[in-house]
């Protein structure tokens, strides 16, 4: 079928819509993408820093992988740490398939990767043009679209792809709602450089009666620290002299998922479908996933099929994050010292810790069947 002509409207061009744009490309579907931001965002204020190795499966028919792979970080182990004391140190290499579970690389570092790949098929977004409204027939919706100078610009499409965030302008549009619960408390965050090279190989969370800091790599001489503690800085060991405090923030948690991804030729992908806490680092790989399946089912002209092939990877997602933001927000002191005591334990069992594993590889989601041998 010469489904390559159909016209496709992506609206947002983060991680979501540059893989929609990115997979679409390498099929012959040109896609018109659009974001309302003047680019992709800053290097130094990224919120994904984990790329599990799903992500670099899906992303390796495009060669995407090979350039990540070299920029990015290899978080080879996992540590859990309390008291000063290491409840567990997990190999996170030890998983089946080409790739270790989790790399690191700031999500505005990937971003641009993505627009590189792109711009080899002449597909660039087009900054600063927000989607307004979604109208019409949803078989063949009508896009008005608001441009930096002002000027509005109206035009039917046959495909749309939401990839326009937690808070989806299109999402609204087409009247579905976001149901979910957000959690009481706030996290903090904040990226430190370093004056010389720090250790890079390792994440390490530490545990607090109660409370959490994480520590993640950014690059060989930044890591930052995610916490639920609002006085969390004063309690970071530095690993080496801070030469500066590169970002710093603090963010609610959600967990929301839209009850269907699609309507009529309306398709929801990434964070405007479906967001939840950082914890396991699933996010933006979850976007990512979504876009890489709805461009191959847009290529088979399957793409009917998007919404129920999609939903239980989110349903799994959602829950796995959950369980693990339990685990790192408890404040009952019985509760804290049960877990301390039952962590360690269970990961000394190796099914446990493949479980886990396999979680963070992003392989408890269905393989993609476009990919020859993947897991
Ligand atoms: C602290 C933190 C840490 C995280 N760590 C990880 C991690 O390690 N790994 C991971 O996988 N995920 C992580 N995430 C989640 C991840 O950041 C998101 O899931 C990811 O950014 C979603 O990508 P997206 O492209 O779907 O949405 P976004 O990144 O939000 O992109 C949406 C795009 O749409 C544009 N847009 C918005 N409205 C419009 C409109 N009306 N018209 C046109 N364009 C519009 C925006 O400008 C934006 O560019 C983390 C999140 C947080 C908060």
Redesign the pocket.
Known sequence: MASGHRSILI?????????AALELARRGFLARI????AG??PLTE???????AR?LTLLSPSRVTDTILQEAQRIAHFRIVSKGRLLADIDTTRVPGPYSAIH?LA?GHT?RLLLGKLSDYEVAPEWQ????TVSGDLSKPRVT?RKADGSVEAADFDIVVA????????RRAVGIGFPGQALESS?Y?ADFRYAVPIDPGFAEISLFDPGMIGR?PVTRDVLRY?STLPDFESRIQHPAPVAERVWA?D?R?HFRHVAMMARGNVFL?????H?HS?A?????????E??CWLAWLISEGREREYAGLRMPAVKTVLKQTHQLTSLITMKHPVAIAIRNLAVPLLLRIPAFRQKLLHGVSGYDTQSPPWIDGAL
Request: negative net charge; aromatic residues 4%.
């Open positions: 609206a947002g061009a983060g991680a979501t819509g540059l893989a659009v974001d309302s931001d992709p965002v990224s919120r994904a820093l984990g790329i599990n992500t690191a999500q971003e043009t927000a989607v307004e679209l990839a326009d965030g937690a808070h989806s302008a299109v996290f965050l993640l995610i923030s963010f948690i992908a990434g964070d405007a479908a967001i950082p396991g680092a699933r996010g933006m790989n979850l976007g990512i979504d876009a």
